[in-house]
């Protein structure tokens, strides 16, 4: 069957370094990957997509790498900040395209980072 | 404007009560989503919809009606839930999905439904 697998539930990071996240699956053969962010309460917040074409993908202090033999997702958060602190999802389509697909989530990091 | 806007914010109902959740957004979006998420858990996908016709639904019990009256409007219809059924009910919509690059299938999420079956 199909899994995504977020490393840890939670992770601890303090302020200023850099927060790491992984995405694991199985049994996908993805054309993409998304990363959300999302606070207590509120819906999730689209973040970075990176292609299975693309190594690497920036968007100011965040980057995702993807690794399509590994079938592992990096998200990095640099120069890490308290307001980061959120529950970070990795995202898949379990379809295999051509129309709207609906997304299947990891279980999420909620990451926190201590001043 | 980016924006989802789902209502309402909160929701308390019977077990023997009917409701909607209404959905709204304006970005001209073609396909919108139902997702479910229960506490400290991830979104759980309900049904699609694409071009105003459902075309994904995760076999989610028929006491969950879904409607798309238009491109920009979607509805859940409640009857009959049981109190497992409380959760977060979020509201997404993207530009459509067709096609490999992805970008499309961006979705923009609203703030959700709180809904309480008692």
């Known amino acids: 069957s199909q899994k995504i697998e977020q490393n840890s539930e939670a992770l601890n990071i303090q302020e200023g370094k850099t927060a790491t996240l992984t995405c694991n699956y199985t049994?996908?053969?993805?054309?993409?990957l998304q990363w959300y962010r999302q606070d207590p309460g509120r819906g999730p917040v689209f973040l970075l997509l990176?292609?299975?074409?693309?190594k690497e993908k920036r968007k100011e202090r965040l980057k995702v790498t993807f690794d399509t033999t590994l079938k592992q997702s990096l998200f990095h958060i640099t120069a890490s900040q308290p307001a980061d602190s959120a529950t970070y999802l990795c995202a898949l389509t379990p379809y295999s395209g051509g129309g709207a697909d609906g997304l299947t989530f990891g279980k999420g990091t909620h990451l926190i980072i201590q001043p | 404007d980016t924006e989802v806007t789902q209502t309402p914010k909160h929701l308390v109902m019977g077990m023997t009560n009917k409701k909607s959740l209404k959905c709204e957004q304006h970005m001209g979006h073609r396909a919108m989503y139902w997702y479910k998420q229960k506490a400290k858990k991830p979104p759980e996908l309900m049904f699609v919809?694409?071009?105003?016709?459902?075309?994904i639904n995760e076999s989610v019990p028929s006491r969950f009606s879904p409607e798309c009256p238009n491109s920009s409007l979607l509805n859940l219809h409640l009857h009959a839930l049981q109190p497992e059924d409380s959760a977060l009910y979020l509201c997404a919509s993207s530009q459509d999905g067709q096609g490999w690059s992805g970008s499309k299938n961006i979705q923009y999420f609203g703030a959700g439904t709180r809904l309480s079956v008692l």
């Open positions: 049994n996908y053969s993805p054309a993409y």
């Open positions: 990176i292609r299975e074409n693309e």
């Open positions: 919809y694409s071009y105003e016709k459902l075309s």
